[in-house]
């Protein structure tokens, strides 16, 4: 079965940093691109930034110049530092793959279950 797991959520002060792992698992083929999404209480799910197999990189306005995403191809895990970390930040993390798998030949979108971060002012 393949799934998704996420680590790293917490509770941070204003301005802390986070750093947040994601490792898929199970009959992977390969993995297109991964990515962290972001939820906030009444709010809809948002991009936050995603990443190629080939390392290209795509960030929300919102994040640019202070969150990371990198990729460890070998381990299939994503990762995202988070810096100078506000309280708007604050919100259930998901992370996502397009992979190929036994179960989906030709590319299915899977997501974890989440990880909470929260950010005090």
């Known amino acids: 079965q393949v799934q998704l797991v996420e680590s790293g959520g917490g509770l941070v002060q204003a301005g802390g940093s986070l750093r947040l792992s994601c490792a898929a698992s199970?009959?992977?083929?390969?993995?297109?691109?991964m990515g962290w999404y972001r939820q906030a209480p009444g709010k809809q799910r948002e991009l936050v930034a995603d990443i190629t197999s080939g390392g290209d990189t795509n960030y929300a306005d919102s994040v640019k110049g202070r969150f990371t995403i990198s990729r460890d191809n070998a381990k299939n895990t994503v990762y995202l530092q988070m810096n100078s970390l506000k309280p708007e930040d604050t919100a259930v993390y998901y992370c996502?793959?397009?992979?190929?798998?036994?179960?989906?030949?030709?590319?299915?979108?899977?997501w974890g279950k989440g990880t909470l971060v929260t950010v005090s002012s």
């Open positions: 199970g009959n992977i083929f390969s993995i297109i691109a």
């Open positions: 996502n793959a397009d992979m190929t798998t036994a179960q989906a030949l030709l590319g299915m979108v899977y």
